[in-house]
């Protein structure tokens, strides 16, 4: 039986001077609730059978808590990001080595290259990869050739209305894409697999289990749709996480199923 396995961080001291590229700056940052909404995420993750493993703090880093961008796990294989963003390469060492110490392979995006983790959408062996904003051409490029050896499909999607790829889309179990219409460039590329959604936060989705989704609570219309659709939801308010463009999927990576594990 494959265990699940989840890479956290705990947030910054300096939360609240993270980046932000497509909302304003109007609300400030409670680092102190922030915390403790970190704490109710890992808590849910932990609820839900997840082995959870902490990435060492960053606190010079203020966006370092999205620890999803430092990396691409596919397989047994980790692809160490190049985040678009210089101010965040600091974040990448400490990730890299808990992934390693997860037994994974460990392979890196390397310059002219950028990637965040946070533009790639996986599922089912199509991998989506957002461009144009902390993503590059080259990054896709190199992110491919690393995927090679799993016979996967890359997709490079055009981004222009959100900061990441799964700021504006993620998936569910059954393969459909769900997205808040007004920050996706093109639905047309998912065709009739696409699902719009009624309100922002409820486009990022977690899958905890075949049929359980964490998502943020700041969704409820969005839930009660899921819900009718089959799924049981476990929500967690995020909302300091949200004033920096941040979502439930940017609080981990998941890693389903370690190298070895069976």
């Known amino acids: 039986m494959f265990s699940r396995h989840a890479l956290v961080r705990p947030p910054s001291p300096l939360l609240a ?26 808590a849910a993750l932990r609820a839900a059978g997840w082995i959870t493993h902490e990435v060492a703090a960053a606190p ?12 691409v796990v596919y397989g047994d294989l980790a692809i160490v990001s190049r985040p678009g963003a210089d101010e965040r390469w600091p974040e990448i060492s400490a990730a890299e080595d808990a992934v390693s110490a997860q037994g994974y392979r460990v392979v890196r ?25 902390r993503t590059n051409a080259d990054g896709v490029a190199q992110l491919q050739e690393h995927l090679q050896q799993f016979g996967v499909t890359v997709v490079t999607v055009s981004m222009t209305k959100a900061l990441h790829l799964k700021s504006a889309v993620t998936a569910l179990p059954d393969g459909t894409i769900i997205g808040y219409e007004p920050v996706v460039d093109d639905p047309g590329i998912w065709g009739e697999r696409f699902l719009a959604v009624p309100e922002e936060p409820g486009a990022h989705v977690v899958l905890l289990e075949d049929d359980t989704l964490l998502m943020s609570s700041a969704a409820p219309r969005t839930a009660e749709l899921f819900e009718q659709r089959g799924y049981r939801v476990m929500g967690v308010d995020i909302s300091e996480f949200e004033k920096l463009e941040g979502c ?14 069976h």
């Open 109 to 133: 995006i390397e310059a002219p290259g950028t990637l965040d983790g946070g533009d790639v959408l996986k599922h089912e062996g199509t991998v989506w990869v957002g461009v144009g904003g």
């Open 17 to 42: 001077e993270g980046l932000i590229t497509h909302i304003d700056r109007s609300d400030r940052v409670d680092v102190e609730l922030a915390q403790r909404q970190w704490e109710g995420y890992v």
């Open 248 to 261: 439930v999927t940017c609080l981990s990576v998941r890693l389903r199923g370690r190298p070895g594990d």
């Open 60 to 71: 010079d880093c203020p966006d370092s808590v999205f620890v999803e961008d430092t990396m």
